[in-house]
């Protein structure tokens, strides 16, 4: 049924095969591949990280991945690459919107079925503005998804997390009624969502509806929780930078309802990867304290997985 995996950027130090070989030997299923571009220089947290350079996916190179992923017993649940497509600075955009595309090719080339990644968003626009943009850029990259047969993941995460982003984010996708634009202007059912729990509870919304009224957008799911803190939340309010009063943690230590959460997972008849994304900084010291938070994350998922 569901197929357990983790999203490597948090192994970002190691090689791609280290990153399947501890899959393989610690019971996972999948893994979700991180595919920055090579000479990327981008500094933001778990950003950045590059585990298949899609830029040179030479024969040999396609092999060679096929080979390690059987040897340890592991398949990719999706290439993941997650920019701005909507920066306002062009060549920005230009340059992110190319890559995607490369992604998707890459994908293809190693019959991995999906590509999880970001809408984009001008965080200065509204989001009539920003919607009118997506309506432009976006059919040309999800063209090209549907040419080559694979769909696009679109994680529902704001991208308001640091002061760059203030005041609108840099992810349009955040929510219901967004979503229904999005795949109203785009109705090709290719583009999807690349769907995290996480980020409906610290924006105050239902985590388990979504799973019901978009089972057919359903491409990928992240696994990851998140501890809102209530005094905190009293005292700054929903309009402070959300960090100022939550915190991303490891599944089973937030406010995720993981048994609704699978419950509605099983429901649907979702067949698809559920992979662990970690950023819960308590488990960030040493390579240990990350390998601890990705085994005990699995640990507490196995409830739900058989």
């Not at 595919?35 to 950003?47: E, F, H, L, Q, V």
């Not at 592991?74 to 920066?87: E, K, R, T």
């Amino acid at each position: 049924m569901l197929k357990l995996g983790f999203n490597s950027a948090i192994l970002a130090d190691f090689s791609f095969e280290h990153v399947i070989g501890f899959a393989g030997n610690h019971g996972f299923a999948c893994v979700e591949m991180m595919c920055w571009p090579a000479n990327n220089t981008d500094s933001r947290r778990y950003a950045g990280v590059t585990h298949i350079n899609v830029g040179d996916l030479t024969t040999e190179a396609v092999s060679g991945i096929r080979h390690s992923l059987k040897e340890a017993g592991v398949f990719i649940s999706a290439l993941g690459y997650y920019p701005n497509p909507l920066d306002p600075d062009p060549q920005k955009s230009e340059y992110y919107i190319e890559h995607i595309k490369e992604v998707i090719r890459g994908a293809a080339r190693l019959d991995v079925p999906v590509v999880t990644t970001f809408i984009g968003r001008d965080p200065a626009k509204s989001m009539k503005e920003n919607l009118a943009r997506f309506a432009d850029v976006w059919p040309a990259i999800v063209k090209v998804a549907e040419e080559n047969n694979v769909k696009i993941a679109i994680e529902n995460c704001p991208m308001f997390f640091t002061d760059d982003e203030w005041p609108g984010g840099k992810n349009l996708a955040i929510s219901p009624a967004v979503w229904d634009i999005m795949f109203e202007k785009i109705p090709s059912p290719i583009l999807g969502l690349n769907y995290d729990p996480s980020h409906m509870v610290w924006q105050m919304m239902d985590e388990i509806k979504p799973i019901y009224n978009y089972k057919d957008r359903l491409h990928h799911v992240h696994l990851k929780d998140v501890k809102v803190y209530k005094d905190k939340l009293d005292r700054v309010g929903i309009m402070a930078n959300p960090l100022e009063f939550h915190s991303p943690k490891l599944p089973g230590l937030g406010d995720v309802n993981w048994r609704a959460f699978f419950a509605a997972l099983t429901d649907v008849r979702y067949r698809g990867p559920v992979v662990i994304e970690v950023e819960d900084k308590a488990y960030e010291g040493n390579i240990s304290d990350v390998q601890t938070a990705i085994l005990t994350s699995r640990n507490y998922l196995k409830q739900f997985l058989g």
